[in-house]
């Protein structure tokens, strides 16, 4: 057949159509309708080009430049005005130049001949081909009988290419490279390529297939299995499925809980959808735990209180030394707590139940707020509180907390929730009235996840925990039972509405005196214990616990006593251990030590040829000599105390979170512009002080010394306290930097061994201060004999147990110029 070398184009969208085949195409383009019809009246042959860029009005330009000539052996005309014809397609041609750029496409074609090579390596590769594609029709539903006979019927190389290019499931562009392959060779071997690239991708598709497949019939299989197992199993009356044990052992813990009003409803509902679920979905496991919570914690109502107040007066006397205010004051509290319980009786509703209200008024009050340092025994008091009363014991921190659900839980639809520390506490102790302990409730904090410390009124307010509603259990549970004790090293940092719901108890620090006795009663004893040491090997005098709690432990608790005593049994367990097995000591214990012969020979285990067990017991005692060895060089100097020996200097007392502590104040001049300087990190409250005794001063000092008038505007005052690291603030050392100022001014040095605490006004009065007990015994430790207070604050000294009171002398003033006359007395320099 002669082609016409003049071609109307129909642009392809989908994949390019080869020689040599007979297929429908579907035309909806009205303009290549209008093409088709006139093509039909003609001669009926039309080129056929694969669009690079799909348009709605295509040209040339969007075209490849290779294509297929084809012949319109029928047309059907459609309802919706496109065409279906049926063409068998004749040539590859080529786009030689464009007779009409634009809808309808008309160019010069120039027709391309197969480049052929009759070899056997085309016959090789023909049968490869062939071979090849019977293996994909296999496997392939795709594939008609009449596909794989077309191809076995075909006899040219260059056509079963073609054909196989044409079914393959390859990408577009691969095709239109193939229709631009002219070497017949080349062009197999690509083919063959792709062929190779279906079957891979048809393995992975059967072993996908079959994996899910297995997988599919395993589960059926199980699936069966279980259900014959279950029938089984109801036939012999052995109904013994997870879910169905799990499902009868709530419900009998339920209905001996004898559940009332919204629990009963609750806790009923959530069985029933328990009942319900299948084992393997992933509600199953959140709906089981949450039942479990339910189904442990303790809904009964607990034994009636029946403790016995002499006992508990013994256990607190028996576990600590001293606080005796502090010990007055709980044993104090569990007796109106005992009175209290006994004297009231709560009403019942007819199910047998204590009213909401009157469970409340029993256990009204029952929250304690232990303030005081670190290490004078804060938690260990509450321990005692819970053995007094034989109830069980639970301890969190909420100190860092930033989010309210650590108190009231996470709602269940987060993934992870949990209960609240609240609601994990009675799950632990299974008991409804235990003792909880709430360490460093001053310490809480606030972020965008919520506010714990707002979340602790409901808990710790008497009035609502009675049905206090945890976010996770999500139903009300009677929490007023519960013995609360919270702690916290200072009030300051406490919301106002939390502190209200308290009893506060301070718990002030301890002199050398009574750190000297807790060491003898309680810390000796445990720390031999934990280093694995007894009684009998190591001895302590009173003057080498008195040189530990002096030189090593100033501190207003005893946790760092402890832990000098715990590194001093540490090296003396290592000196028995060696001494057991034999050993040299090492070079480290072999340099002399500053200790004398006598000390040598007490701390070192005998050797003088007597018979030796596996574990030698050297009665070790312990002296100043061994402590240094062991601890190294004092932290303090015997004596070493806080004192204003020059002009310009005095001593005061502060407050810390720590406990008590001395203040040396600093002032110094020199000749130069009239300036006033303030360093040691001061903050506002304490720079407006030191403004005020500024001015004090000032009006004093020409009044008192006959200071002139213009000193001020030829000099520079500064003002220092040490410690530039440590920020202070406050108010209570006015008196303190007025006092200093006046030493400086005078060139006069402040009375020995006196040390003053006192707000200061503009107009002199002394004003009122906080901490006093604190303050006092930083006096004490700071070896002082004479204490300036606020004439307001002498009350506070009742308060204050006489022994931490001896051998002071406190001086009450209620104006500057009394202050004057006890640390600078007398007229002139």
């Given at each position: 057949?002669l082609?016409?070398?003049?071609?109307?184009?129909?642009?392809?969208?989908?994949?390019?159509?080869?020689?040599?085949?007979?297929t429908?195409?579907?035309?909806?383009?009205?303009v290549?309708?209008?093409?088709i019809d006139?093509?039909?009246?003609?001669?009926?042959?039309?080129?056929?080009?694969?669009?690079?860029?799909?348009a709605?009005?295509?040209?040339?330009?969007?075209?490849?430049?290779?294509g297929?000539?084809?012949?319109?052996?029928?047309?059907?005309?459609?309802?919706?005005?496109g065409?279906?014809?049926?063409?068998?397609?004749?040539?590859?041609?080529?786009?030689?130049?464009?007779?009409?750029?634009?809808?309808?496409?008309?160019?010069?074609?120039?027709?391309?001949?197969?480049?052929?090579?009759?070899?056997?390596e085309?016959?090789?590769?023909?049968?490869?081909?062939?071979?090849?594609?019977?293996?994909?029709?296999?496997?392939?539903?795709?594939?008609?009988?009449?596909?794989?006979?077309?191809?076995?019927?075909?006899?040219?190389?260059?056509?079963?290419?073609?054909?196989?290019?044409?079914?393959?499931?390859?990408?577009?562009?691969?095709?239109?490279?193939?229709?631009?392959?002219?070497?017949?060779?080349?062009?197999?071997?690509?083919?063959?390529?792709?062929?190779?690239?279906?079957?891979?991708?048809?393995?992975?598709?059967?072993?996908?297939?079959?994996?899910?497949?297995?997988r599919?019939?395993?589960?059926?299989r199980?699936?069966?299995?279980?259900?014959?197992?279950k029938?089984?199993?109801?036939?012999?009356?052995?109904?013994?499925?997870v879910?169905?044990?799990?499902?009868?052992?709530?419900?009998?813990?339920f209905?001996?809980?004898?559940?009332?009003?919204?629990?009963?409803?609750?806790?009923?509902?959530?069985?029933?959808?328990?009942?319900?679920?299948?084992?393997?979905?992933?509600?199953?496991?959140?709906?089981?735990?949450?039942?479990?919570?339910?189904?442990?914690?303790?809904?009964g109502?607990p034994?009636?209180?029946?403790?016995?107040?002499?006992?508990?007066?013994?256990?607190?006397?028996?576990?600590?030394?001293?606080?005796?205010?502090?010990?007055?004051?709980?044993?104090?509290?569990?007796?109106?707590?005992?009175?209290?319980?006994?004297?009231?009786?709560?009403?019942?509703?007819?199910?047998?139940?204590?009213?909401?209200?009157?469970?409340?008024?029993?256990?009204?009050?029952?929250?304690i707020?232990?303030?005081?340092?670190?290490?004078?025994?804060?938690?260990?008091?509450?321990?005692?509180?819970?053995?007094?009363?034989?109830?069980?014991?639970?301890?969190?921190?909420?100190?860092?907390?930033?989010?309210d659900?650590?108190?009231?839980?996470?709602?269940?639809?987060?993934?992870?929730?949990?209960?609240?520390?609240?609601?994990?506490?009675?799950?632990?102790?299974?008991?409804?009235?235990?003792?909880?302990?709430?360490?460093?409730?001053?310490?809480?904090?606030?972020?965008?996840?919520?506010?714990?410390?707002?979340?602790?009124?409901?808990?710790?307010?008497?009035?609502?925990?009675?049905?206090?509603?945890?976010?996770?259990?999500?139903?009300?549970?009677d929490i007023?039972?519960?013995?609360f004790?919270?702690?916290?090293?200072?009030?300051?940092?406490?919301?106002?509405?939390?502190?209200?719901?308290?009893?506060?108890?301070?718990?002030p620090?301890y002199?050398?005196?009574?750190?000297?006795?807790?060491?003898?009663?309680?810390?000796?004893?445990?720390?031999?214990?934990?280093?694995?040491?007894?009684?009998?090997?190591?001895?302590?005098?009173?003057?080498?616990?008195?040189?530990?709690?002096?030189?090593?432990?100033?501190?207003?608790?005893?946790?760092?006593?402890?832990?000098?005593?715990?590194?001093?049994?540490?090296?003396?367990?290592?000196?028995?251990?060696?001494?057991?097995?034999?050993?040299?000591?090492?070079?480290?214990?072999?340099?002399?030590?500053?200790?004398?012969?006598?000390a040598?020979?007490?701390?070192?285990?005998?050797?003088?040829?007597?018979?030796?067990?596996?574990?030698?017991?050297?009665p070790?005692?312990?002296?100043?000599?061994?402590?240094?060895?062991?601890?190294?060089?004092?932290?303090?100097?015997?004596?070493?105390?806080?004192?204003?020996?020059?002009?310009?200097?005095?001593?005061?007392?502060?407050?810390?979170?720590?406990?008590g502590?001395?203040?040396?104040?600093?002032?110094?001049?020199?000749?130069?512009?009239?300036?006033f300087?303030?360093?040691?990190?001061?903050?506002?409250?304490?720079?407006?002080?030191?403004?005020?005794?500024?001015?004090?001063?000032?009006?004093?000092?020409?009044?008192?010394?006959?200071?002139?008038?213009?000193w001020?505007?030829?000099?520079?005052?500064?003002?220092?306290?040490p410690?530039?690291?440590?920020?202070?603030?406050?108010?209570?050392?006015?008196?303190?930097?007025?006092?200093?100022?006046?030493?400086?001014?005078?060139?006069?040095?402040?009375?020995?061994?006196?040390?003053?605490?006192?707000?200061?006004?503009?107009?002199?009065?002394?004003?009122?201060?906080?901490?006093?007990?604190?303050?006092?015994?930083?006096?004490?430790?700071?070896?002082?004999?004479?204490?300036i207070?606020?004439?307001?604050?002498?009350?506070?000294?009742?308060?204050?147990?006489?022994?931490?009171?001896?051998?002071?002398?406190?001086?009450?003033?209620?104006?500057?110029?009394?202050?004057?006359?006890?640390?600078l007395?007398?007229?002139?320099?």
């Open positions: 057949m082609l016409p070398v003049r071609l109307p184009l129909v642009g392809l969208v989908g994949r390019p159509i080869f020689p040599g085949i007979f429908p195409i579907m035309i909806g383009n009205p290549d309708v209008r093409l006139e093509t039909v009246k003609g001669d009926g042959v039309i080129g056929l080009v694969m669009l690079q860029n799909e709605e009005t295509p040209a040339i330009g969007d075209m490849y430049r290779v297929t000539a084809a012949k319109i052996a029928k047309k059907i005309n459609l309802p919706d005005g065409l279906n014809i049926f063409i068998s397609t004749l040539k590859r041609f080529r786009i030689k130049k464009s007779l009409h750029d634009s809808a309808p496409i008309v160019a010069a074609v120039q027709y391309l001949d197969d480049e052929e090579d009759d070899t056997a085309v016959k090789a590769l023909t049968r490869a081909l062939i071979s090849e594609m019977k293996q994909i029709s296999e496997n392939n539903p795709l594939f008609s009988e009449e596909m794989r006979l077309n191809m076995i019927n075909i006899d040219h190389p260059g056509k079963i290419a073609d054909f196989i290019a044409s079914i393959l499931n390859i990408e577009k562009t691969e095709q239109q490279k193939v229709l631009e392959m002219l070497n017949v060779r080349k062009r197999m071997e690509q083919v063959l390529i792709f062929i190779k690239k279906e079957q891979e991708l048809l393995r992975i598709q059967k072993k996908i297939q079959h994996e899910i497949n297995e599919i019939e395993k589960n059926q199980d699936y069966f299995l279980r259900e014959e197992l029938a089984i199993k109801n036939e012999l009356g052995l109904n013994t499925d879910k169905s044990r799990e499902y009868q052992r709530f419900k009998e813990k209905d001996a809980f004898k559940f009332e009003g919204e629990v009963k409803e609750s806790v009923e509902q959530e069985l029933e959808k328990f009942n319900l679920m299948e084992p393997n979905s992933a509600e199953f496991v959140v709906t089981r735990n949450y039942l479990d919570l339910i189904a442990s914690l303790p809904w109502e034994e009636p209180e029946a403790f016995d107040l002499k006992k508990a007066q013994r256990i607190l006397e028996s576990e600590h030394y001293g606080l005796k205010d502090v010990k007055s004051r709980l044993v104090e509290y569990l007796a109106v707590r005992k009175l209290k319980a006994a004297r009231t009786k709560p009403r019942r509703s007819r199910g047998g139940r204590v009213r909401e209200t009157d469970k409340a008024a029993v256990y009204a009050g029952s929250i707020c232990l303030v005081g340092p670190p290490g004078v025994g804060k938690t260990s008091v509450g321990r005692s509180i819970a053995h007094a009363l034989g109830k069980k014991f639970y301890r969190f921190s909420v100190g860092g907390m930033r989010d659900a650590e108190i009231k839980g996470h709602r269940r639809t987060y993934i992870g929730a949990m209960p609240g520390k609240i609601i994990q506490g009675l799950r632990t102790v299974k008991s409804r009235d235990p003792v909880f302990m709430i360490d460093e409730i001053d310490k809480m904090g606030a972020s965008y996840h919520g506010d714990p410390a707002s979340a602790l009124l409901e808990v710790l307010d008497p009035e609502q925990n009675c049905a206090f509603r945890d976010y996770y259990l999500d139903l009300p549970f007023s039972k519960i013995f004790i919270v702690t916290a090293n200072t009030l300051d940092s406490i919301p106002g509405p939390l502190s209200d719901r308290m009893e506060i108890i301070e718990l620090g002199i050398d005196r009574e750190k000297l006795e807790i060491a003898k009663r309680y810390l000796v004893p445990k720390s031999l214990a934990k280093n694995g040491l007894e009684r009998d090997q190591v001895t302590y005098s009173d003057d080498s616990l008195y040189y530990i709690a002096s030189c090593y432990a100033r501190e207003a608790g005893v946790r760092n006593f402890e832990k000098n005593l715990d590194k001093i049994h540490r090296k003396l367990a290592k000196k028995i251990v060696e001494a057991s097995e034999g050993k040299a000591p090492s070079p480290q214990s072999q340099v002399p030590s500053p200790r004398s012969k006598r040598d020979s007490a701390a070192r285990p005998r050797n003088d040829g007597g018979p030796q067990g596996p574990s030698p017991k050297p070790f005692a312990v002296d100043k000599a061994l402590i240094e060895e062991s601890l190294g060089k004092p932290l303090f100097r015997e004596g070493d105390v806080k004192r204003a020996d020059r002009p310009g200097m005095s001593v005061g007392l502060a407050w810390t979170s720590m406990g502590d001395t203040l040396v104040i600093e002032a110094a001049s020199a000749p130069g512009k009239e300036d300087t303030l360093t040691g990190k001061m903050g506002d409250v304490m720079k407006e002080s030191a403004a005020i005794a500024l001015t004090v001063a000032r009006k004093i000092a020409g009044e008192r010394y006959g200071l002139p008038a213009d001020f505007e030829k000099n520079h005052v500064h003002l220092h306290i410690e530039g690291a440590t920020p202070k603030d406050g108010p209570s050392a006015g008196i303190t930097m007025a006092t200093a100022l006046l030493s400086l001014f005078g060139n006069r040095v402040i009375t020995d061994r006196l040390v003053m605490t006192g707000e200061l006004s503009l107009t002199g009065k002394v004003l009122p201060i906080g901490g006093l007990r604190e303050k006092t015994l930083a006096a004490q430790r700071n070896r002082a004999r004479d204490v207070i606020p004439r307001q604050n002498v009350r506070d000294l009742d308060e204050i147990p006489s022994h931490v009171k001896k051998g002071l002398v406190f001086h009450p003033v209620e104006r500057f110029e009394e202050v004057l006359a006890l640390a007395p007398g007229k002139g320099a």
